[in-house]
Each structure stands twice: as C-alpha cells, then as structure tokens.
C-alpha cells in the first residue's frame, strides 16, 4: 500500500520540506514549526485558520520565491527541518521494558473521533480531544502505535443560533485536499477500499490517514461508490442520533476497522478501546483467532489478554445499547462465524440487570477485555457501582476497573507565550520532563507582575477574537443586533471574567449560576467590582432539552439587565477553546455529581494559570488543595440539589473570589490572585498532563499485556 500525500509542486526546492511538514500534525504542537509557516505571510496563515496545507497552496509563487532567497527565513526553516528529522528518526523505546522489537507496533487504539487541529473537525468535545492528546502523547514518547476512526465529512455540526436562541445546525463539509489527510491507495494507484468482514447487507469502507508525529491514524470512509446509497451516508456525521446507523458506524468502526489493520498488514500486538464504541473489534480478533485453529473460548481468552478497555461514561444512559432486532438483522451470519448460535451471540453483551434492553457496548468491552478503567479515581468508584452486577461474586471495592486519571497533551495546550515563559523561568528543559512534580516547583521564579501582564494579555487577546466574530457575524449575515450583543461585543478586559465551555448536555448544568437572576444580575451590575461570564459550547443535534438550556442562556445575554455582561460564543470549536482556556480569569464547572467522569477542560486552563470554580467531581477531587482555587458540592443534598449548589457558587463569589480578584497590590496588580494562578499551575501540570497518563497505561497496563501476548504469537493479533 502507499499514500497519496498533497503535492505542493510549486514549492521552491530550497523550502520543499514545508510540503512534507505541512503533511504531519507534529507542526502543531510545536511553535518554531507553526511560526515556519506563519512567518511567509501572516495575513494568508490567519485567514487559512492556521491551516499550513491550506495556507500553501493558496500562496503565490512570488511569496515562495521570496523565502526561499531570504536568509533569516533560511535559518529559521532549517533549524525546524533538523527538528523534525531527529523528531522523526528516534529509536529509544526504553519505556516499553524490552516487551516490544524495534519496527514493531504495540498498539492499536480505538476511538470514534479525534480532536487534533481545527482544520480536521472529526471530533464533538472531550472523548476526541482526549484521543488526540494520547496519540499526540505516544508520539512524544515514540510508543508505536496506530489509532483508527471515521473521517466524517460533514463532521460534528455547524452551530448557528436563531432569532429565538434556539440552536440550528449547519453542514460544513470538510476540504480534504486542503487538510492534513491523505488517501490510502492500492499498489495499482487505485483507492485501498475493504469490504467489511461477514456483515450482511454488505458494507464497504475507504481508507484516509493522518501523519501525528511518528504515528498514523487511519480514518474510514463509506462515501463510495462501491456502497449503496444508505450505506453511503454511514461515516457522514459524528454521534448521528438514528439507532440503526450509529450501529452501523460502530460495526464499520470495530470490525471494518480491524480488518483495515489486517489488510494493511500492521500486526499490532495490543488493543485500547476508547470507550465501547469500536467494542465490535474484539469480535473481529476473535474471529481472526479462530480462523487460526483456535477454539471460540481460546480465541476469547487470547483477546481479552490484550485488550485495554477505557470507559469515560458515568451516566447509564450513555452508553450504547441495540435493540435485538438490530443486532439479528446485522450479525445473523457473523455469529455462525464464531461458532455461536443466537442466544450465546446476544449474551456477549447482556447486561445482568437489564437483559430485556438490548445488546449493551459497554458489557461486551468489560466482558471481552482483561484491563479496564475510568478516567479519574471518583469515576472508577462510580464505574465499579454501575458494573458491579458482571462480577457478583465480588465486592463492590474488588470490581477490576481502575482508574487511569486523564491528562491533557502540555506542548498542544500551553499557550506559546507562556511556554516562553516557562522556557525562561522552569529552564530548557521543562518540556521533556514536564511530568515531574519538580520542575514546577521553579513556578514560585517567575515575577509576579510579569505573569499577570501575560494573563492580561491573554484575556485581551480572547476578547478580541470574541468581538471579531461579532463583527463578522454582524458584516456577512446581516444579524440581529441583539444576536452580535449577546455574543460578547460588549466585554470589558478589566473585569472579572469567567468561563464556561462544554458540550450542552443536561447534566452539566450549564445554566446553574443563572439560577437566581437577581443575585447574579448584582453581581454583573456591581459599579466596584463586576463580574462577567462568557458560555460557549454545543448541544447534540438530538437533545432538545440542552438546546433549550442553552436558548435560556442566550437570551440571558441578551437582557440589558445584564448589563452586556453575559456572552454566548456561537460554534464553539479547538481554536475558540484555546482561547477560552487561555484568556479567561476564572474556569467554572458545574456538573451533576457524580455524573462527571473527568473533564479536561479545567485541566488545560490550570495549565495557564486560569483557576476553577467547580464541583467536587471528576478530576477536582483529585486536584483541588485548598490554595489552587475553589471548590463546592461536596455536601450530600436531597432531591433538586440545584438552589443549594447555586447559592454555593454565589457565596464564594461575594466572599472570596471577586474580594481577591480586585485586591490589588501596589504596584496595581492582584498579588493574591496571582499566587492562586501559580499554585494552579505548579499542582496540576504535571499531576494532570497527558505525558504521566499515557506512562501510566504504560506501567500498568500495556507491558504486562505484552508480555502475556508473546505467549500467543502463534495467533494474528
């Protein structure tokens, strides 16, 4: 097989490597790469949204022609050139123990989708960009893996809101000639297309890939002529809220993607699922063993060694579950395969307590997998509870799924100009050893009025490009006056800003701090020391009740007794998060506990000095001390907890968190606040970075995991 990569013949030969580093995301996380690309014309990088493929082949030749003859350009695109050639040439896999052979792929992770960079929009909110980050992570630590996913076309949704706040969702179909994915094509030349394995009516998937540093995702595509119409639309969408074709994006996910490994020959000897959504690849590794020679319970047995099963779900209605009927129509012919008649099939996935619902994802994944976890220590208490009716004949503590807390990837996260910062103060050296509690111990170094300037600067900035979609908004549809109000066209860097962002489903309460209007309207209005607060986030296409959450925020923005204190950020995506997570004062989190399982959002704020104001759920339980910011929640409530929490938030507002934002030193700079915003960042970077997350699947997981699969080499995993 080879890959069709973008040509950029037009390149000047000086600076052709500009194509080949524009191919592979590794540009992204590394801000010497992105300024190679920024510095040819700033304009043309911005208006491309930071998009190097799309910016390149729009660049007139003269331009090209210009850098290539400039010396200090020179200079500046060979020394990134060398970096991503020592980059791409490491051979140390040290971290594996000895378990793995150079040239061999440990690992195939599973996910359906990806946040990588906002030119690939195939991801919906915290599942992706946790999966972005991990591979980004193993990259960084040259564990080779490869991940696979959808390519999704028309991606998660384009969010507009109406006259009414109600959101409306558009199609934005993705430029895959002008973004970082290329065709996986046939010796021939012709498009490496699978039909996917035993599945009737018969189902076929194309193959694009993403280069991420050393590692490949390999994403699916039924958009094919080979398809029948129906079939065609399976990859289109992101989570689409039809049961039989989210059934069939998992089947094409889980089986068509494992065959793809096969076809391609990548042997890997591990699995990680993210979540149950690829949990039908087991039963493709199965079949494969069995195909082999080995009996159905062999097969199950090799597998289930090899297999890493991470679930980010606290709330039972998120996890997936098929009506029988469905799974009958679809898998009738594939269980023969295994040697399973109907009953023993269904069974796979039948939950103890509820085995009239369907065919449960999630038991088939704890079922069919020997290490499982959560992604923090209060889910896995969470998790154990939820799942304790699969091993009944232990106790709830001895339930086998640990945890496993995420992190978030530093070098993506970090704002470049606090990784300057942090270069200066926390020595050359911090990014490679940013997982080590120690390095930012040196935190307490840097002055602190000169990480206040930085902060300011970066709010500033944030607002800036809140009132730059205003005015767009405002130029190129014609809106509503009271539509460019209430997306933020009236925010003062000067005030207290606090952020929401998050995927608008109910539990997350977005709208809990609006809960008694009057207190907060004080709040907002105070001549003194205001607050503002702005939300940004989107609700899934088919949950009605979080788009009327969010239609309530809205028209909260909109009331001028709010004093164009309160913004709603239309189409939140990466590029808006970096901002948020950047700019604002104060990061707020709100969930019903204990519905979080994690949350990261909070975690790269902490990252950049922001605080939370959040709930004692998730990943605050473990990071919260006391000193890095404020914490509520942690009182049982009976019944509607919501007033109770409310008033929480409103309390530490009036008592202790507006009080230390306007505290000002004499030399007219919050000195407390600042200390808040050094102990968030020295508690948390390292405790909550992707680089000890990924180490720790390392440790506990993938080397024991290995060593047991060299007992099975005789099978194709």
């Avoid at 980050?133 to 490869?146: A, G, H, Q, T």
């Avoid at 992190?407 to 050893?433: C, I, N, Q, S």
């Avoid at 950020?569 to 709100?590: F, P, S």
């Avoid at 948390?684 to 990924?694: E, K």
Wanted: glycine share 6%; aromatic share 10%; net charge negative.
């Amino acid at each position: 097989m080879k890959i069709q990569n973008n040509i950029f013949e037009h390149l000047p030969d000086r600076i052709a490597g500009l194509g080949v580093l524009a191919e592979n995301l590794w540009w992204s996380w590394r801000p010497k790469a992105r300024m190679v690309f920024k510095a040819l014309d700033r304009q043309a990088w911005k208006e491309s949204g930071h998009n190097p493929d799309k910016m390149l082949r729009e660049l007139s030749p003269d331009i090209l022609r210009a850098a290539a003859r400039n010396p200090d350009y020179l200079r500046r695109y060979d020394e990134v050139m060398v970096l991503f050639r020592e980059y791409m040439s490491r051979s140390d896999i040290s971290l594996l123990n000895g378990a793995l052979s150079p040239g061999e792929t440990t690992l195939a992770y599973f996910s359906a989708e990806y946040g990588l960079h906002r030119s690939l929009p195939f991801y919906a909110g915290g599942l992706g960009f946790l999966a972005g980050d991990f591979v980004k992570e193993c990259s960084d630590l040259n564990i080779p893996m490869v991940a696979v996913g959808f390519m999704y076309p028309k991606g998660y949704l384009l969010q507009r809101i109406r006259e009414d706040g109600w959101q409306e969702q558009l199609d934005e179909p993705l430029e895959q000639e002008a973004a970082a994915i290329s065709r996986v094509l046939n010796d021939d030349g012709t498009q490496f297309i699978i039909p996917v394995p035993r599945i009737e009516p018969p189902i076929h998937t194309a193959v694009w890939q993403i280069a991420v540093g050393t590692n490949t995702i390999y994403l699916m595509d039924t958009d094919i002529d080979q398809n029948d119409p129906w079939n065609r639309s399976i990859s289109a969408r992101l989570y689409t809220g039809d049961l039989e074709q989210r059934l069939r994006q998992e089947i094409v996910l889980g089986i068509g993607g494992a065959e793809v490994l096969e076809r391609l020959g990548i042997r890997n000897r591990l699995i990680h699922l993210n979540e149950g959504h690829a949990a039908f690849a087991l039963l493709e590794r199965i079949r494969d063993g069995m195909l082999a020679g080995h009996t159905f319970e062999e097969a199950l047995e090799r597998v289930r060694a090899t297999t890493v099963f991470t679930t980010h779900t606290p709330v039972p209605a998120g996890h997936d579950v098929f009506p029988f009927y469905l799974m009958e129509k679809y898998f009738h012919t594939y269980w023969t395969e295994l040697g399973l008649d109907r009953d023993r099939f269904f069974n796979l996935g039948l939950h103890p307590l509820n085995p009239q619902e369907g065919f449960n994802m999630t038991v088939l994944a704890l079922k069919a997998s020997a290490y499982h976890n959560a992604v923090s220590q209060r889910h896995a208490q969470v998790a154990r509870s939820m799942w304790h009716c699969l091993w009944p004949d232990r106790s709830e503590t001895a339930v086998p799924i640990g945890a496993i807390t995420n992190g978030v990837h530093v070098p993506t996260w970090v704002e470049p100009k606090f990784r300057m910062l942090f270069d200066h103060y926390l020595g050359d050296e911090w990014v490679a050893k940013h997982d080590d509690p120690m390095v930012w111990e040196r935190v307490d170094k840097i002055p602190d009025k000169e990480l206040w300037q930085l902060h300011y600067w970066m709010k500033i900035k944030l607002l800036d490009a809140i009132r730059a979609r205003c005015r767009l908004r405002w130029v190129n549809d014609r809106t509503s006056p009271s539509i460019v109000m209430a997306g933020g066209a009236m925010l003062d860097p000067s005030i207290l800003t606090i952020g929401f962002a998050r995927r608008f489903a109910s539990y997350k309460r977005a709208d809990l701090i609006l809960n008694d209007l009057p207190r907060l309207q004080r709040l907002l209005n105070d001549r003194w020391r205001p607050i503002q607060l702005i939300f940004a986030g989107k609700a899934h296409p088919a949950d009605d009740p979080g788009k009327r959450i969010l239609q309530n925020i809205f028209n909260a923005c909109r009331n001028p007794e709010m004093a164009g204190r309160v913004a709603f950020v239309e189409d939140y995506g990466e590029q808006m998060a970096q901002y948020m997570v950047h700019g604002v004062d104060l990061w707020l989190n709100t969930p019903l506990p204990p519905m979080e399982a994690s949350g990261t959002s909070g975690m790269k704020a902490a990252l950049n000095g922001v605080p939370q104001l959040s709930i004692l759920d998730g990943w605050w339980i473990e990071g919260y001390n006391r000193k890095n910011g404020w914490a509520f929640g942690d009182r049982v409530v009976e019944g509607d907890r919501d007033g109770a929490d409310a008033r929480a938030i409103y309390d530490l507002l009036e008592e202790e968190i507006i009080p230390t934002y306007y505290r000002m030193s004499d030399d007219g700079y919050p000195q407390d606040w600042v200390r808040v915003m050094k102990e968030a960042i020295r508690s948390n970077a390292a405790r909550f970075s992707a680089r000890r997350m990924v180490k720790e699947y390392l440790q506990r997981y993938y080397v024991d995991a290995l060593v047991k699969s060299t007992s099975h080499a005789s099978m194709s995993l």
